[in-house]
């Protein structure tokens, strides 16, 4: 089986795991470097009044054969950049994925009403996958009616019934799952999430590789 970790920050040495690494972007970025298949982005902790040069770099990369998404970019209103910068930034990098015909890998903090209305503003082609997701079945319920795709992380290892219900409610073709940590296994996410839904990890794997490969329109991993 061929566990599919959405959001790494590094790659697991498991020939079982396929990591999605994570690569952070700033404007004094100087050398790009990846041992495989990886997202670029502006995450907003490091969006600065230079944000603009950061995400031409951002744009140089998306053409790079391993650089399947953009991101995590997004909204955060508990870090201490500017929040108008924030937003600019992350309208600007959600226009970016869809010129470059890339899913957008989205990091989302206290903000969800201004991510709804910058979805709606920017009405994507491409997909978005909100990662991360901690919020309980109604929030999910809203977020996958715009056609989003959420993705789980360490909070499945603790008991949470609103969470547990969010899980539940996604459709096999819109929900990944993540590590987003190097001390968090992706397999005991796997196995909690298996066990939420009532399926075993063998199915589970089968499915998010599925939705893995057609959401980051790959015909394999590697």
């Given at each position: 089986?061929?566990?599919?970790?959405?959001?790494?920050?590094?790659?697991?040495?498991?020939?079982?795991?396929?990591?999605?690494?994570?690569?952070?972007?700033?404007?004094?970025?100087?050398?790009?470097?990846?041992?495989?298949?990886?997202?670029?982005?502006?995450?907003?902790?490091?969006?600065?009044?230079?944000?603009?040069?950061?995400?031409?770099?951002?744009?140089?990369?998306?053409?790079?054969?391993?650089?399947?998404?953009?991101?995590?970019?997004?909204?955060?209103?508990?870090?201490?950049?500017?929040?108008?910068?924030?937003?600019?930034?992350?309208?600007y990098?959600?226009?970016?994925?869809?010129?470059?015909?890339k899913?957008?890998?989205?990091?989302?903090?206290?903000?969800?009403?201004?991510?709804?209305?910058?979805?709606?503003?920017?009405?994507?082609?491409?997909p978005?996958?909100?990662?991360?997701?901690?919020?309980?079945?109604?929030?999910?319920?809203?977020?996958?009616?715009?056609?989003?795709?959420?993705?789980?992380?360490?909070?499945?290892?603790?008991?949470?019934?609103s969470?547990?219900e969010?899980?539940?409610?996604?459709?096999?073709?819109r929900?990944?799952?993540?590590?987003?940590?190097?001390?968090?296994?992706?397999?005991?996410?796997y196995?909690a999430?298996?066990?939420?839904?009532?399926?075993?990890?063998?199915?589970?794997?089968?499915a998010?590789?599925?939705?893995?490969?057609?959401?980051?329109?790959?015909?394999?991993?590697s």
């Open positions: 089986m061929l566990y599919v970790d959405a959001l790494a920050q590094r790659r697991s040495a498991s020939q079982n795991v396929a990591s999605l690494v994570n690569i952070r972007v700033t404007a004094s970025m100087e050398v790009f470097e990846t041992d495989g298949i990886c997202t670029v982005g502006l995450h907003p902790w490091d969006v600065t009044q230079d944000w603009r040069d950061a995400l031409d770099i951002v744009e140089e990369l998306a053409s790079e054969e391993l650089v399947l998404g953009i991101g995590e970019c997004g909204l955060d209103r508990q870090c201490n950049a500017s929040w108008i910068h924030q937003i600019d930034a992350f309208e990098a959600a226009d970016l994925a869809e010129r470059v015909s899913p957008l890998m989205v990091h989302c903090l206290k903000a969800h009403d201004e991510l709804l209305r910058v979805h709606k503003f920017i009405d994507p082609l491409q978005w996958i909100l990662h991360g997701f901690v919020k309980g079945a109604d929030l999910a319920r809203q977020f996958l009616d715009t056609g989003m795709t959420l993705s789980f992380g360490s909070a499945v290892l603790k008991e949470s019934a969470l547990v969010a899980i539940r409610i996604c459709p096999s073709e929900i990944l799952l993540e590590t987003d940590s190097p001390d968090v296994l992706i397999e005991d996410i196995a999430v298996a066990a939420i839904r009532g399926v075993s990890i063998d199915e589970l794997c089968e998010l590789q599925k939705t893995f490969e057609k959401t980051f329109i790959r015909d394999q991993l």
